[in-house]
Structures are given as structure tokens and as C-alpha cells.
């Protein structure tokens, strides 16, 4: 019977062994989106953890990210 992976080279197989959870790209997008809206500033300005630069301890303190992971079930995006 032939190996259904010969087609697939060495750096795919192990691109596909490397990749994360579901959960941790999850986690890893929330933080992503934290720190790109924190370096950026302009949606910060309305929130209690913002001055000057962002001064919350982790990405589920941020609006953005309660907002665009529906996190308060509230949104839908």
C-alpha cells in the first residue's frame, strides 16, 4: 500500500506536528489584538486601564478584545 505522506515534504509533516491548539490560538489572537489596539491607542483612550499606554494586566481586561471575542456575550463578531 503506497504511504499517503510521500506527497508531503519533511517541512510540511512537521509544520503540521507544530501547530497549536485551537484554545492556544485562541489565546494567542486575543493577545495579538490586545497589543496591536494597546500600541496603537486610539480605541484605548476610553478605557480605565489606558494612560498614556496601556496598563492592563492581561488581554481579557481590553474592550477589544471583551468585544471581538464576545467575551461578555454580547457581541457578535
Not at 10 to 19: C, E, K, L, Q, V
Not at 53 to 65: G, L, W
Request: aromatic residues 12%; proline residues 3%; charged residues 30%.
Amino acid at each position: 500500500m503506497k504511504n499517503p505522506f510521500e506527497q508531503f515534504s519533511d517541512a510540511t509533516i512537521a509544520g503540521w506536528f507544530n501547530r497549536v491548539s485551537s484554545k492556544e490560538q485562541w489565546m494567542n489572537d486575543m493577545q495579538t489584538l490586545w497589543e496591536c489596539t494597546a500600541s496603537d491607542g486610539i480605541e484605548c483612550k476610553k478605557c480605565k486601564h489606558f494612560d498614556e499606554e496601556c496598563h492592563a494586566s492581561f488581554s481579557e481586561e481590553c474592550p477589544q478584545v471583551i468585544a471581538e471575542f464576545n467575551l461578555d456575550e454580547k457581541h457578535f463578531n
